[in-house]
């Protein structure tokens, strides 16, 4: 056993022979050492467990395949490309909207150039970041004045902390929702220092039940989108025009959590019936807020807009430092809004409103293609079948709205199981995130974007050549 221990081949060797073959240029060598030193330990614990039994088995050239494989591994970076074949638009555990290409040009130009991030290039002295986008913001949605925020959880927080600090603010039992990662309406309202009064049941509300609540301490009366879920059957809400002249008469401001927030009126073969920033506005709310990453297809943000009076005291918070965008995020929201002032262009231009819109007659026709193509590409591995199914939006918009897709279904032929191959694909890269379902991986093409439909078969050739690989190691052992 000393003997193959002495027959491992030196760091600086392996790094060397790395080095020579650029297999890795680019990797900090730190990064690199590290990563031979892990695989090196790993060969150790073989060696003692008698799984690697001669010194021919350690020469470089036999270790450098497996070698290769742990490094690529160890040495990515943890931040990495994900193709969604899931069929959820707005795939909150995969980063939401995709930005158009218009935005990540923007972006890109924001980081390679100093800009007038805060800086009058009419006066030539000092400007506000808020006024990059507030124009455009008000010109598309007929609001008196805009913020931006780092997203709509820092944006209600933002509004109810300078409007109702150790005040009342009325709100029906109903909306007072839970989102994902634990959000929820009352310990927001809490943290902001604002005194929560429900109201009505969780299914019925009425104007009568806000008007009853009505005191001294009143602040606000606030409306909640309720997102990722619905109320069916005997359920009333109370209307946000309602609810103005409610407040108008008590000289109250009205206050509504959009959630999601879009810009556009969706087709309606689409389904999606989520109300417009511009229908809010116009109903005359003293203020909005809405998130820029989910139904409107930007960055991540939160957008308060509204009165004039009521967004200005809204940007003087101080709070409101803590909790400003970068430039990264207003160049994108920037070029996202721009696309917004031709409907038509949005839809075709801004990645989430193109999938959102796609046709059941365009899915059968991109799922012929996929399946055309791993058909080719690995249809000896798999049996490919087709059938229709839903997609999804995604971010809480619409949960119980149905896109109509087709779906395509891979089942293994070779001896692997699904949930191997669903591993085996997430370590793949790019990482590749479809559906287990009827003992099949299945892959929905409303999600996959330009130029993914090839990668995908790349994806699984690799998946099975290092299955296969693996299968081989255990033999060989």
Known sequence: MSALFRAIPSVDLILQRLEQDRSFTGVPRPMLKKAVNGFLDICRERIGRGEIATESELHLEALLPELREYVRVATRPVFRRVINAAGVVVHTNLGRSILAQEAIQAVERANAFYSNLEFDLQTGKRGSRYALVESLLCELTGAQAGLVVN???????????????????????????????????????????????????????????YEGAIGPETAALMKAHTSNYRIVGFHKAIDAGELVALGNKHGLPVLEDLGSGNLIDFPPETGLDEPSVQSVIAKGVSAVSFSGDKLLGGPQAGIILGRQDIVDRVKSNPLNRALRVDKMTLAALEATLRLYSDPELARERIPTLRMITATRKQMVSRANRLAKILRREVGELFDISMRRDVSRVGGGASPELDLPTQLVCLKPVAQIGLEELRDLLLRAEPALVGRLERHSFCLDPRTLQPGETALVAEVFRQAMNRSFQQEQGRTSR
């Open 151 to 209: 997203n709509n959880a820092a944006a209600v927080l933002l509004m109810l902390d300078t409007l109702a600090k150790g005040r009342e603010v009325i709100v029906s039992r109903g909306e007072l929702v839970e989102i994902g990662g634990s959000f929820r309406i009352p310990e927001v309202m809490a943290k902001s220092g604002a005194i929560l009064r429900e109201i009505g049941a969780t299914n019925r509300t009425h104007l009568k039940d």
